[in-house]
């Protein structure tokens, strides 16, 4: 089987080597297809995304991707909204679960973020009125919430999770919002075995930093869910921890939520994990279950048996020693 490989800008290709590595210890019958997209392409082709690398995904329906640059200047769209756009992946999956013997302020964390991706302010309508004002449009749509709410729900289920939680504005924007909540509470009425509830984003914010592990399953408009789910790797321990899912019925793109870091770029210190669980998502998504779960265990059982670990959470270990001690552990567990 192949799959589409983006080693990604700044920390992106160390951490994919790093990554790849541990995933080539599985033996698995996976094929990884490398293609440039961001900042290296633009640099090598002029283009972020290279209609090469949609091609890829269109055969492979699945992607690997570490952080990309996007350059800084008029007209460049993000890369990652437009992947998202191009492939309709309609769902942004951020899992966030405390690793044992990473030292946060919370225990007990675990709960996952639905985030819409496709609507909302991130369809990059704005406009200038005058010199002193300029309007962006935040679009809802019931199809849109309709996908995601019920994905969620689904997830939910399938996952033996008790709890759905909607995140809103509706008190202020009681149209659009308004919608996202009337959508939710009616499809929750179709899932009586799930608890359904619903904050108020700011009140959200509230307790999750003060109760988080009340938490479980949330699904929220993209621009929450942006802010949610980053709030949500400060809770666990950092950005370097939170793996993401972006993926509809037919295509899934697998991602760390943070960006190329280019402050550490190229010194071997950054830390792998975040991309190496997104890559945990989509073993799952394939199928492989059992490796996916070989590799957590052994993420767990390095930071909690051990002080080998990257700079961002307190060690000294370089991205590639710490890359090492999780194939030693694999091989033990195994
Ligand atoms: P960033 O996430 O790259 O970095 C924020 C801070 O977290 C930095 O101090 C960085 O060193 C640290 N950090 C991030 N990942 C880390 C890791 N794995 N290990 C250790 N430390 C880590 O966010 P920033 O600086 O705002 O963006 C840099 C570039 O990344 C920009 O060009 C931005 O557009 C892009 N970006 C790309 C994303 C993607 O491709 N999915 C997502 C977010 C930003």
Redesign the pocket.
Known sequence: MKITLFK?????PE?TAEVVRIINELHLPIEFEEYDI??TAYEKYGELIPESAIESIKRNKVAL????????GKGFR???VGLRLAFDLFANIRPARNLPGVKTRYDDIDLVVFRENTEDLYIGEERIVDDHTVEAIKRITRKASERIIKRAFDYAVKHNRKRVTCVHKANILKKSDGLFLAVFNKIAADYPCIKADNLIVDNACMQLVMRPEEFDVMVMPNLYGDIISDLTSGLIG???LLP?ANLNDEYAIF??????????AGKN???????LLSACMMLDHLGYQKEADLIRGSIDDVLSHTDIR???LGGSAT?SEYASAIISTMKKRS
């Open positions: 990604g800008d700044g920390i992106g951490i961001g900042q991707k570490a952080p990309v640059t996007t350059p800084v993000s890369v990652n950092g950005l370097g993401s991602e760390a939520v943070h960006g190329s870091a280019p402050d550490i210190i950054a830390n792998p994990t975040a991309m990257t700079r961002d991205t």
